[in-house]
Structure formats: structure tokens, C-alpha cells
């Protein structure tokens, strides 16, 4: 069975403050695959990365990165210097090996206060 | 950017009336995918299609149906609807993981914002 969890619901931080959010998943897959979606106020999921479970290198995309952590079946994301445009939903989601079925949070509301 | 469209983008309809809401990619994917999602709430899973003819029940259930008769159009259909329909439908769509079994990305659509009075 797959589970993520995305523990907090909704974070609030003021313009270019950093925020972390944080993603626990569960699999019994050894190969599976973890993503980022952002929401934001206009409803679409917008795809911000996909990580393998053989690759465990931090990733650092313009103001975002990525710490995942096999140990601990965290991948978490960390918005740097956030902007009033970060405001949005964030949710992470896995799959398995051979399915593209995901497996979602249930979301983090992140609102950047200017 | 991904070219996947949904419409309408809202609607607004009485009880009891049927309905369809409408799903297309120009990506030329073979999986697509319908989910539900509530206000403020986690998606859901409803109907998903390998391919052409093909299509399966998600992880919620659901009184929707939907069909693939053509690779980009993936509509989903309400009989009749109810106000506990009342949702945001989001449709999705992907390759397929191929021999590799690498799990790719969904793209999303905009989604359809219904309510039912």
C-alpha cells in the first residue's frame, strides 16, 4: 500500500522568509518515484520535479530544493526567499515501479504574507 | 506547457440534470486520468484509461462514467447529478511508464469547477 503524508496543513511566513515543507511517504516498493505539485489559487497542478528511488542527491532548482532522504522516506521542499506568488497549495505524491498511478498528500497551504 | 484542456471551467446545474464534462490533450499520452477534489482537500482518483477501449475505477468511487474512444478525449459523464457531486473535477494525462518502467509526470488540466443546486 502507498501513504503520503504531508503533515502540515497550512504555513504562513512573511516575504522572503524560507519555508520547508515537509513529505513522509510509505511503499513496499524498493523502485518508486516521488513528485511536487504546486496549486495555486487558479485550481490547475502545475508539476515541479520527479525523483527516483535510486537517486538520492538534494536538487536546487532556482529558489527550490529538494532533501530526499531514503532513511527516513522523506522528500522535502524548501522554498527559499519565498515570494507573494509561492502562495499556493503544494502537494507531494509517489508511484511505483511500472504504474503512474500517484498517490497524493493531502496538501500543504503555503500563504506568503507581503 | 502542457496542452491539456478541460471545459467547461465552471457550471452550474439542477439536480437531477445530466452532464458531461469534456477532457482533451494534444500530447498524443495514452494514460489520462480523472480526479476529484474537494476545497482545500487532497485528490482523489476516480476513472483512469491505459488507452483506447480502455478504462478503470479509481481509489474513490464514484457515480460518473467515463469513455476513450479516441486517444485525446477523455469525457466523463454524470447521469444525474446530485449536490453531494458538487466538486472540482481535474483531468490528467501521461505516457505510459514504458519498458523501463520509469514512472513518468502527469500534466494537468485547469480543471472543471461544479456545482449542483
Known amino acids: 500500500a502507498q501513504k503520503v503524508t504531508q503533515a502540515q496543513t497550512e504555513i504562513s511566513v512573511v516575504e522572503k522568509e524560507d519555508v520547508t515543507l515537509d513529505c513522509v511517504y510509505e511503499t513496499r516498493d524498493t523502485t518508486y518515484y516521488l513528485f511536487w505539485y504546486k496549486q495555486p489559487p487558479s485550481g490547475e497542478l502545475v508539476f515541479l520535479i520527479r525523483?527516483?528511488?535510486?537517486?538520492?542527491q538534494n536538487e536546487i532548482s532556482g529558489r527550490y530544493s529538494w532533501n530526499f532522504q531514503k532513511s527516513t522516506s522523506s522528500f522535502n521542499f524548501t522554498i527559499t526567499a519565498s515570494q507573494v506568488v509561492d502562495s499556493a497549495v503544494y502537494f507531494c505524491?509517489?508511484?511505483?515501479?511500472?504504474?503512474?498511478?500517484?498517490?497524493f498528500g493531502k496538501g500543504n497551504q503555503v500563504v506568503v504574507i507581503p | 506547457e502542457a496542452d491539456i484542456y478541460q471545459t467547461p471551467r465552471y457550471l452550474v446545474i439542477g439536480t437531477g440534470k445530466k452532464i458531461t464534462l469534456e477532457c482533451s490533450q494534444t500530447m498524443g499520452h495514452d494514460k489520462m486520468y480523472w480526479y476529484q477534489q474537494d476545497p482545500g482537500m487532497e485528490l482523489h482518483l476516480i476513472h483512469y484509461s491505459y488507452g483506447v477501449n480502455s478504462t478503470e475505477k479509481g481509489d474513490l468511487s464514484s457515480e460518473s462514467t467515463v469513455s476513450r474512444i479516441r486517444t485525446e478525449h477523455f469525457p466523463l459523464t454524470l447521469e444525474s447529478a446530485r449536490p453531494s457531486h458538487t466538486s472540482q473535477y481535474l483531468c490528467?494525462?501521461?505516457?505510459?511508464?514504458?519498458?523501463?518502467?520509469?514512472?513518468?509526470?502527469?500534466?494537468f488540466g485547469p480543471g472543471t469547477r461544479l456545482t449542483v443546486l
Open positions: 525523483r527516483n528511488s535510486f537517486d538520492e
Open positions: 490528467a494525462s501521461s505516457l505510459s511508464p514504458g519498458l523501463a518502467g520509469v514512472s513518468n509526470e502527469q500534466f
Open positions: 505524491a509517489l508511484s511505483n515501479y511500472g504504474n503512474n498511478r500517484l498517490a
